[in-house]
């Protein structure tokens, strides 16, 4: 899937209304680059610039939360580019804040030096939000064999931590939960 329709559903008097949310993309690095090199076509009319190739990749969403003040976080995996971080054409856990009317304000890989997906994400106490996920490769110097993470970003995106929950063989996280004191 190269495109997330994000809805929203809002209760005004117990009567569900949907209204659209936004969309996610990602691009494909390694394909654009790829297809850039390639010659144009002899029928482009010489006047104008031929338009830019952009591949799209793969995007999914997995979790959303919305905040007090209407902004909306979404977690996921992508193996493309966001926002100007280049992927590696690996998995990656994304992040991605929109506003109110499905305006991207940010969007974030988390950078492992493997397969990274997110599944889960819960508003933190004081802003921003924490994110679960499973990594498998390298992350922050160690080789994980198929570990969960957890992380948590700020709310413009900064990121605060982020850990391997390490044990031996595969796990692989599904939720994530964050009590009043933090605690994850």
Not at 5 to 14: E, H, I, K, M, N
Not at 91 to 111: A, F, H, P, S
Not at 131 to 143: E, H, R
């Amino acid at each position: 899937q190269n495109v997330v329709a994000l809805s929203r559903f809002d209760v005004p008097q117990s009567a569900l209304t949907r209204a659209a949310a936004g969309t996610l993309t990602a691009m494909d690095g390694q394909a654009t680059a790829a297809a850039r090199l390639l010659p144009t076509s002899a029928a482009t009319i010489p006047a104008k610039e031929p338009a830019p190739v952009e591949i799209p990749a793969a995007i999914s969403a997995a979790g959303m939360v919305t905040d007090a003040d209407g902004f909306t976080y979404v977690v996921g995996t992508t193996a493309g580019n966001v926002a100007g971080q280049l992927g590696d054409g690996a998995d990656d856990l994304m992040l991605t804040k929109l506003d109110g009317r499905g305006v991207t304000i940010w969007q974030r890989n988390l950078g492992t030096g493997g397969r990274a997906a997110g599944v889960a994400v819960q508003l933190a106490p004081g802003g921003g939000v924490v994110v679960a996920g499973t990594a498998a490769g390298q992350f922050d110097g160690i080789n994980s064999d198929g570990d969960m993470l957890v992380a948590r970003f700020d709310q413009d995106g900064g990121e605060m931590f982020a850990r391997l929950v390490r044990s031996v063989g595969t796990d692989v996280a599904s939720a994530v939960a964050v009590a009043r004191d933090g605690t994850i």
